[in-house]
């Protein structure tokens, strides 16, 4: 049983906002770091935000910082990411995964993650 499962993604155009969700079940969500990931065709899985336990502490990858907001609702075992101001090159399957440690110099791979959701297509057109 896959304990994460995304959804909200969808076809927009440039310009618009989209707002993905990642559910939890099964483990204990205020115990984990919670992180989003995308993977374009033919390219490899690229971080793209991150929330601290307690959603306190936030990072982004540069392509996303001041357009993408990471949160998360842990008395409903929910992350969010909300995309605004989207471009053709955010088009991606995107992925949230958890894991219950933390690694300043890791956290930016996807091997750092133990749980994974199966993705949500978001496709941007120009």
């Known amino acids: 049983q896959v304990p994460l499962e995304e959804s909200g993604g969808g076809l927009v155009q440039a310009g618009d906002s989209l707002r993905l969700s990642c559910a939890a079940s099964?483990?204990?969500?205020?115990?984990?770091?919670m992180g989003w990931f995308r993977q374009a065709p033919g390219k490899e899985r690229e971080f793209v935000a991150l929330v601290s336990w307690s959603g306190g502490n936030t990072y982004y990858s540069d392509s996303v910082k001041g357009r993408f907001t990471i949160s998360r609702d842990n008395a409903k075992n929910t992350m969010y990411l909300q995309m605004n101001s989207l471009k053709p090159e955010d088009t991606a399957v995107y992925y949230c995964?958890?894991?219950?440690?933390?690694?300043?110099?890791?956290?930016?791979?996807?091997?750092?993650?133990?749980?994974w959701g199966q993705g949500t297509q978001v496709t941007v057109s120009s």
């Open positions: 995964a958890a894991d219950s440690q933390w690694s300043a110099v890791r956290f930016k791979t996807p091997s750092a993650y133990n749980y």
């Open positions: 099964g483990l204990t969500f205020s115990s984990y770091v």
